[in-house]
């Protein structure tokens, strides 16, 4: 039996983080994440530029993926991509964790962190509309370069919709966004960006249906319905921010104790622990008052659930780990990074 001290599901913001701290806290460390990628929902966005992230310059959320991951690997814990968790028991002092491919992984202790669960996007409900999907209707901007000089409509009204029309609005020929609703409910500032661009917003609307090109393989124009009246507009590529459909995703849980809150979000009973002992939380998952629903909030949850679960194992243990300027972990690593660091200095002075 291949016996783990933590066992992280879900590998996002959160549990990528508490991958590098348990490594930190000398712990034997994996990470189970149904993605075929780590990121988490980070990964939807990532062109967006970040700014939030603290004595971290701006950057591009695939960056900081990308930074994160390298981080999280720092102390080689074991990665389960692909990887869906059905059913957690536990056995005496033991946690024995099923999943979808058969396999049985065994951990001492438990790290939920599976964000906001597990994501799908709203679809256009029109017959036929996923055939486009290859080519012209989208879902998200895996890179804004892809609508130079295009023509893009954008349905939705929520952030994510005006997020993405105000990235468009410097790389495409025209944005038009239409809504549902009589009023969009992003944040003010974005929408104001679009109106000082004078963007045509198109309330009250949705799409009716759309007429592709003469090959059938791309959508040509979208029929728009505008409080009972139809409307036609030519476009190159639609881009659908309608929302996301999301699973619960602590089914595999039920069966030990109920640990929700409101039917999804785990319930902390203080320093990221839940109901049940040995199984602790951490990010978008975890509920509790004066939660912090940013980055930096997933980060101390994710220290404070470490933590915790190495006082679980080891009640003798410290109750943090020493900082990074003085553990000797780093000492090796450190003059790695020094010594390049003089190198580079030195060839740039030449």
Known sequence: MDLFDVTIIGGGPAGLYSAFYSGLRSMKTKI???????????????EKVLWDVGGQPPMQAQLFVKNLINQANTFAPTICLNTKVEKVE?????????TNKGEIHYSKTIV??????ILSPIKLEIEGAEKYEMSNLHYTILGLERFRDKKVLVSGGGNGAIDWAVELLFVAKEVVVIYRKDQLTAHESQVDKLKEHGVDIMLNSEIHSVIS????????KVVISQNGELHEIEVDDVLISHGYNREVSLEF???IQPIRKDDYYLVSLGQCKTSVPGIFGAGDIISYDD??????????????AVNNAK????????QYGMVSSHNEKFAEMNKE??????????ASSL
Do not use: H, M, W
């Open 32 to 46: 189970i994440e149904v993605q075929p990628v780590l990121g988490g929902k980070v990964n939807i966005y990532p």
């Open 311 to 318: 006082k679980y194992i080891d009640p003798k243990a410290d």
């Open 213 to 220: 090109n003469d090959s059938k393989s791309a959508i040509e």
């Open 112 to 117: 939920v962190a599976v964000g906001g669960g």
């Open 337 to 346: 990074l020094l010594e390049e660091l003089f190198c580079k200095t030195e």
């Open 291 to 304: 939660k912090v629903g940013l980055l930096i909030g997933t980060f101390q949850d994710a220290v404070l």
């Open 253 to 255: 849980a039920r069966n």
């Open 90 to 98: 536990k056995q005496g002092e033991i946690f024995v964790i099923s």
